[in-house]
């Protein structure tokens, strides 16, 4: 994957040797279940955390993995329970933060989205200050705590070094943006007064193959546009896209590169819904893609990732991410494609 400086040690031969215990907050999710695919077929044995153990349509895909019966273990624990995670975390390496509650709307957006992403992280790192054995944390933090802003020059690309204005997204009501920003800017504040060594990693919207049977919001929206609805898409206005397997991989990077530090904004392309909609289109001309979106009134944006390039990281192009995610949906048959692709 990526040369040079890896914290896991290797033998004579370059390979890796023993990659360690890590734990994964919200395993069943989309992009985690991704992410432990991964870190199982690279060697590591990997902690899994779910609100129900009990749940098998929720962990069978898990279970199922390549590496699974040897080297992975699910245990409970809820984002709201004070010190739920203890156990879970005590004696991994690393942990992979990663839930956090992905929804657009909500009758009572404190309980059920500012609360378990903010509260909800800060149960996971006083976990992680017990634990003598952690090496790092990585939290998933999103795209959307560095471009929900309005006073930035749009020929310049917002990187790691912009904020998500807090007053924007409570004026706007982008309850999401919000809970990611103030629970990145929380773990930051923590882990730096508790000399937790934290890297973050900010992935755009993610596109991809989706091993949990139920879709989440963010790939049903995808199945949404290539079924033809607007209504959904039309909010996503200009956006980044990245292929799950890239954010599986880049957490794998920041995690074991000596070097890696601070924030790292994990994105292929940006681009307005109706570019999206015409290179899909194009390529997918079987698919009801729809022709035009409604243009929203957002500020122009691009983004700057020569940070994680600078690792070595190359991202795959918004083609293959799309093609690997329609395959997989037509798979699923929960799309219905008539020809192959162009
Ligand atoms: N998808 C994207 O485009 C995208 C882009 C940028 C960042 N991200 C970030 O990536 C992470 C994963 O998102 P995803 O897209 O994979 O969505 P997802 O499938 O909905 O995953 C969210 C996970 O969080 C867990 N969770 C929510 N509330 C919880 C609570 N109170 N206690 C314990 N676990 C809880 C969920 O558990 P249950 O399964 O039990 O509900 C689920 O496993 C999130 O941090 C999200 O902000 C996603």
Redo the contacts with the bound molecule.
Sequence with gaps: MMESKLLAAKTMDGKLESTGKVCV????????SWLIKRLLLSGYHVIG????PGNEK?SAHLLRLEGARERLRLVK????EEGSFDDAIMGCHGVFH?????MKSSSDPKAEILE?AIQ?TLNVLRSCKKNPSLRRVVL????STARARDDFDPNIPLDETSWSSVELCERLQIWYALS?TLAERAAWDFCNQNGIDLVTVL????IGPSL?PEL???ASDVVGLLKGETEKFQWHGRMGYVHIDDVALCHILVYQHEAAFGRYLCSSTVVDNNELASLLAARYPSLPIPKRFEQLNRPYYELNTSKLESLGFKFKSIQEMFDDCIASLVEQALIYMSATCS
């Design positions: 907050t919200g395993a069943s999710g989309f992009l985690a955390t779910v609100r129900d929720k624990a809820d984002l709201m990663i839930a956090s509650p992905v378990p909800g998933t933090s999103s795209s990611k992935p755009a919207f993610v949990p989440c919001s963010t």
